[in-house]
């Protein structure tokens, strides 16, 4: 059984950093893409950043590029979303997700987290 579980959200002041972290089990990962998105009260689910498991090849929509970093630990199955310069908007919960495909689109990932909560504060 495919299981993502995510860690290290929180309460964090603008400006500030956080590292979230997704453990992926259950499953052979070589082929897979792995995503984070988040989801804000009231809002669509957002792409935030997608890697290979390679780690070869990263991906990030404007809104975060230079801010977040993800990077991926293939001996541990961990994948981490590094995201400094955090601003009041990046409050959402966010999700781990595992699949095949266009990376930025969520429709194309197969397994997800139950996600953990990031709040900025001004």
């Given at each position: ?20 972290s997704c453990v992926a089990s259950g499953h052979t990962f070589d082929d ?6 988040r989801q804000a009260p009231g809002k669509e689910r957002e792409f935030v950043a ?73």
């Open positions: 059984q495919i299981q993502l579980v995510e860690s290290g959200g929180g309460l964090v002041q603008a400006g500030g950093s956080l590292r979230l897979y893409t792995m995503g984070w998105f997608a890697i290979t498991w390679s780690g070869g090849a990263t991906f990030y929509p404007d809104s975060v590029k230079g801010r977040f970093t993800i990077s991926i630990d293939n001996a541990k199955n961990t994948v981490y979303l590094q995201m400094n310069s955090l601003k009041p908007e990046d409050t959402a919960v966010y999700h781990c997700a595992a699949g095949f495909g266009v990376p930025s689109m969520e429709e194309h990932y197969d397994y997800w987290g139950q996600g953990t909560q990031v709040t900025v504060s001004t």
